[in-house]
T-cell receptor, first 115, second 114 residues
Framework: EAGVAQSPRYKIIEKRQSVAFWCNPISGHATLYWYQQILGQGPKLLIQ????????DSQLPKDRFSAERLKGVDSTLKIQPAKLEDSAVYLCASSLEGLVSRELFFGEGSRLTVL | LAKTTQPISMDSYEGQEVNITCSHN???????ITWYQQFPSQGPRFIIQ???TKVTNEVASLFIPADRKSSTLSLPRVSLSDTAVYYCLVGDVVGNFGNEKLTFGTGTRLTIIP
């Protein structure tokens, strides 16, 4: 079974530039998550989708971050404009319907460095 | 939001049994307890999940007392490859879909010594 795919693995940009990350979840997984993990910290949930609807985006900095999940499959997370403090690994995860399984499957992440 | 408290770091020798305890005093009735393992440059990986008493799988055991205010992850006979960060999570239901919002803490950095 293919896992969660993310790209790019690494990205270096200057502050005020924009960047986009892509995620392809495991086939059949209705729930998709984007987490931000700053060095030395645990992952922080940014946004959670159920199919193509947003379940929770309370910790997403909406003035600069946006995410979409068109057609309920792939998802894109965008940052515009980037700040130095956005340097982190952006992890995508997916799971089956929430009440059935509480196991999240994570991708390898996209490491962002903002200079 | 349910919150968890874990030791920041632990060291153990190869071949030993390692127990990592997590406190979750405000756990709700419908919450499950889940543990994840994370290696450097990788995403977290599911280890084990439980609601009460004891759960065992091929890699670990999870002990949950009757009051469910804490849980202990037990790793038998650890090896160098078990060096990782271990996260304890408690389920938190949000939204109209009843999905759980899983909040990660800072985790426990386990170092296995040869």
């Amino acid at each position: 079974e293919a896992g969660v795919a993310q790209s790019p693995r690494y990205k270096i940009i200057e502050k005020r530039q924009s960047v986009a990350f892509w995620c392809n979840p495991i086939s059949g997984h209705a729930t998709l998550y984007w987490y931000q993990q700053i060095l030395g910290q645990g992952p922080k949930l940014l946004i959670q989708f159920q199919n193509n609807g947003v379940v929770d985006d309370s910790q997403l900095p909406k003035d600069r971050f946006s995410a979409e999940r068109l057609k309920g499959v792939d998802s894109t997370l965008k940052i515009q404009p980037a700040k130095l403090e956005d340097s982190a690994v952006y992890l995508c995860a997916s799971s089956l319907e929430g009440l059935v399984s509480r196991e999240l499957f994570f991708g390898e992440g996209s490491r962002l460095t903002v200079l | 939001l349910a919150k968890t408290t874990q030791p920041i770091s632990m060291d153990s020798y190869e071949g030993q049994e390692v127990n990592i305890t997590c406190s979750h005093n405000n756990i709700a009735t419908n919450d499950y307890i889940t543990w994840y393992q994370q290696f450097p440059s990788q995403g977290p990986r599911f280890i084990i999940q439980g609601y009460k008493t004891k759960v065992t799988n091929e890699v670990a055991s999870l002990f949950i007392p009757a009051d469910r205010k804490s849980s202990t992850l037990s790793l038998p006979r650890v090896s160098l490859s078990d060096t990782a960060v271990y996260y304890c999570l408690v389920g938190d239901v949000v939204g109209n879909f009843g999905n759980e919002k899983l909040t990660f803490g800072t985790g426990t950095r386990l170092t296995i010594i040869p």
